[in-house]
């Protein structure tokens, strides 16, 4: 980047260079758990509102990093405004969740989508970056992010969250092509969607894949990964020093993480139900790791949360490499300062592993 980072901790851990003390960020550090975020969501009206109001969404995605000594800010946004875009009608309920006026059913539904313009249908993203990359200055890196082909899929063929997620499922083995089709119109639109956040100054981007590890072992790779792999090859990250790092996540994904390494990307994010430390051996070093604490350990004290911290630490080991998160979300119940306690120890707790940065 042109601007030297006064904290580039994530960025080194992301490339595997060395760092004084392993790097933490939390998914969905800005949300309803911070009474500031509840505060100027309650001034915008509704969430989609505050995801389209570049000024609102900077605001709250730099409220985390004043209040706590995170290494990243991670841009406000949804993982479907994608779709929002393509005119399926977008409304997120409180307590409820996402749900789409328009879901894509039919072939019909289908064949008329095409890629949203990044310039104009998601102008909004882009002047977020822009701002709160104005804002944020070199203080720390900005993460960009979009949901995966098959998480944002799922939602669209719904028409909203699901547990069966019969619906999405069923199309791809009753209708195999149909599935394939959306997904290579979602594939190219997120391409276009990470390139421009790229281009509008974020230092990292994310690919969540919250819903792969519902799919057998083949689905998997046929419907989700493939696509993942894709994207990866399409962006324009750079090389070098100022390359933009990409950080693969599918939640229930720790069957794949062989095959996930070899997308291309720059490391992988893992949830609690596997062991870090493992996937490191197994992996050996090919790529960075992000995790994996379980978010629910939030709901203890300091001390434990202090204890939990040390285990995951421990289990990763010595060197550079890993970035520290939870294993997936942050839950809109939990105490703030049990997240102050969190960094603080993952700082504390973790300069032994690092020989020097």
């Not at 689905?219 to 324009?236: C, H, N, T």
């Not at 294993?327 to 997240?339: T, Y």
Request: proline letters at 5%; a negative charge; hydrophobic letters at 40%.
């Amino acid at each position: 980047m042109s601007v030297k980072l006064i904290n580039d901790r994530l960025l080194r851990a992301l490339r595997r260079q060395p760092v004084d003390m392993t790097p933490v960020w939390i998914m969905r550090q800005a949300g309803r758990y911070l009474p500031e975020y509840r505060a100027t969501r309650k001034q915008a009206g509704d969430f989609m509102t505050l995801c389209k109001t570049p000024e609102l969404a900077c605001k709250v995605t730099l409220q985390p990093l004043q209040r706590f000594n995170l290494d990243a800010a991670i841009l406000f946004s949804d993982i479907l405004t994608i779709p929002d875009a393509m005119g399926l009608g977008l409304r997120v309920v409180e307590n409820q969740g996402p749900q789409f006026a328009h879901p894509v059913q039919s072939r019909e539904d289908i064949q008329k989508l095409s890629a949203p313009d990044i310039d104009t249908d998601l102008r909004y993203v882009m002047d977020a970056v822009r701002l709160i990359k104005r804002e944020l200055g070199n203080k720390a890196p900005l993460i960009g992010f979009a949901g995966s082909p098959w998480t944002i899929a799922t939602y669209m063929i719904e028409g909203g969250s699901s547990k069966q997620f019969s619906r999405a499922k069923g199309m791809l083995y009753e209708q195999p092509a149909l599935a394939h089709r959306l997904l290579e119109v979602l594939s190219q639109s997120i391409i276009d969607y990470l390139n421009g956040q790229i281009e509008a100054g974020v230092d990292v981007v994310m690919i969540f894949d919250s819903w792969g590890g519902i799919l057998s072992h083949d689905a998997y790779k046929e419907f989700s990964l493939s696509y993942m792999e894709q994207i990866v090859d399409g962006l324009d990250t750079g090389d070098g020093e100022n390359n933009v790092p990409v950080i693969l996540f599918t939640k229930g994904g720790g069957l794949w993480v062989e095959a996930m390494a070899k997308s291309g990307c720059d490391a992988l994010g893992v949830d609690w139900t596997v062991d870090i430390g493992a996937v490191r051996k197994r992996l050996g070093g090919r790529v960075a790791l992000q995790g994996n604490l379980d978010t629910a350990v939030l709901y203890s004290d300091p001390m434990m949360i202090r204890k939990e911290v040390a285990k995951v630490l421990a289990s990763y080991g010595e060197g550079s490499g890993h970035v520290f998160n939870l294993g997936h979300g942050i839950h809109p119940d939990i105490d703030p300062d049990n997240v102050a306690a969190l960094v603080d120890a993952v700082h504390e707790l973790s300069e032994p592993f690092h020989s020097g940065g």
